[in-house]
């Protein structure tokens, strides 16, 4: 599946809601559409500029959704998902940031540090809603940056 708008990425993000994923931490899980809000918020806060960072962190949840029965592949199904609407940075970090092997790569330190921090509730981390410019800001860059190559 390629997203191909906004809207279906949105969407997509908006179905988390409820899904609960345990599979590396144990525990009761967290809820996949919260701890996106909270991952991308983090990372808003630690890398304000960064808008491509923080909508990996907020997009790499999905993968949960797109392969519900492997684990493994989820990250490079969310990667390939994004890449088309977001690029292919925001695409690299979704497909590389789960695996822990050692990295000297700041951005993906710092998605991997929100990712764990994000599991943990307790703060506000505002709407959904609230990313949907950022989206666009980022997509339409995209699409700008896709029609040159």
Known sequence: ????SV??????LYAC??????ADHGGPGVDLHDHALRTAALLRRGRPADKELQL??????IGRLLCPADATGRPERAAEAVRPLLGPRVSRLVRLHPWHGP??????LSLRQADEEGRAP??????LEDWRTVLEL??????RLGAVD
């Open 122 to 127: 307790g703060f506000d981390a505002g709407v």
């Open 17 to 22: 809601r409820g899904v609960r994923d345990t």
């Open 103 to 108: 990295t000297t790569d700041d951005d993906l």
């Open 138 to 143: 980022v997509a339409a860059r995209n699409s």
């Open 1 to 4: 599946m390629e997203l191909r």
């Open 56 to 61: 990996a962190g907020l997009v790499h949840p």
């Open 7 to 12: 809207e279906e990425l949105m969407d997509l």
